[in-house]
T-cell receptor
Framework: DAEITQSPRHKITETGRQVTLACHQT?????MFWYRQDLGHGLRLIHY???????NKGEVSDGYSVSRSNTEDLPLTLESAASSQTSVYFC??????????????FGPGTRLTVT | GDSVTQMEGPVTLSEEAFLTINCTYT??????LFWYVQYPGEGLQLLLK???ADDKGSNKGFEATYRKETTSFHLEKGSVQVSDSAVYFC????????????WGLGTSLAVNP
């Protein structure tokens, strides 16, 4: 079965370190999204991609970067982790052949703690 | 810009009670509307949708009707179960940008036996 996976599921890192969160989908979806979820803020869009070599900034992109070198993967990098980036991160994808582009499929999330 | 407003939680109900979670939106044109559900420890999943005015989306006993005159898409269920305990998100897709979704802040529901 097609799926979307994230790794690691939990990560503790120190302030200033570079961290990369992985997202891999086997839906063959064109669109991929990274969100962060924080109490009182709901889901906030960090970066998104509509295809290979395409990346776009979301509403809270400062301190984060992504690259899309193939259809399946959209890794999220925190260039220099800050305590304000402690959060739960969700990857989502949408827009496969014959599928509605609005239905986003979510990964299980990565809980990141920056100490 | 486009926005979605949901009632604040948490909502706590007893099993078999009637559920309403309010959602109103602001958008230009004719957006599509969605409810997503997030069970504890999981990612979000689509619960139901409506793509035009007066459409009713339904799934797993949940219903929501797209009311353009009141710009609302309230989620209802006649008899909740403990297994419905989750966070519910209302979202919209503007017709002019149909790949991104605009999200509400989510409403937490706890159902007690």
């Amino acid at each position: 079965d097609a799926e979307i996976t994230q790794s690691p599921r939990h990560k503790i890192t120190e302030t200033g370190r570079q961290v990369t969160l992985a997202c891999h989908q086997t839906w063959n979806h064109n669109n991929m999204f990274w969100y962060r979820q924080d109490l009182g803020h709901g889901l906030r869009l960090i970066h998104y991609s509509y295809g290979v070599q395409d990346t776009n900034k979301g509403e809270v992109s400062d301190g984060y970067s992504v690259s899309r070198s193939n259809t399946e993967d959209l890794p999220l990098t925190l260039e220099s982790a800050a305590s304000s980036q402690t959060s739960v991160y969700f990857c989502a994808s949408s827009g496969g052949p014959g599928q509605a582009s609005y239905e986003q499929y979510f990964g299980p999330g990565t809980r990141l703690t920056v100490t | 810009g486009d926005s979605v407003t949901q009632m604040e939680g948490p909502v706590t109900l007893s099993e078999e009670a009637f559920l309403t979670i309010n959602c109103t939106y602001t958008a230009t044109g004719y957006p599509s509307l969605f409810w997503y559900v997030q069970y504890p420890g999981e990612g979000l999943q689509l619960l139901l949708k409506a793509t035009k005015a007066d459409d009713k989306g339904s799934n797993k006993g949940f219903e929501a009707t797209y009311r353009k005159e009141t710009t609302s898409f309230h989620l209802e269920k006649g008899s909740v179960q403990v297994s419905d305990s989750a966070v519910y998100f209302c979202a919209l897709r503007n017709a002019g940008n149909n790949r991104k979704l605009i999200w509400g802040l989510g409403t937490s529901l706890a159902v007690n036996p």
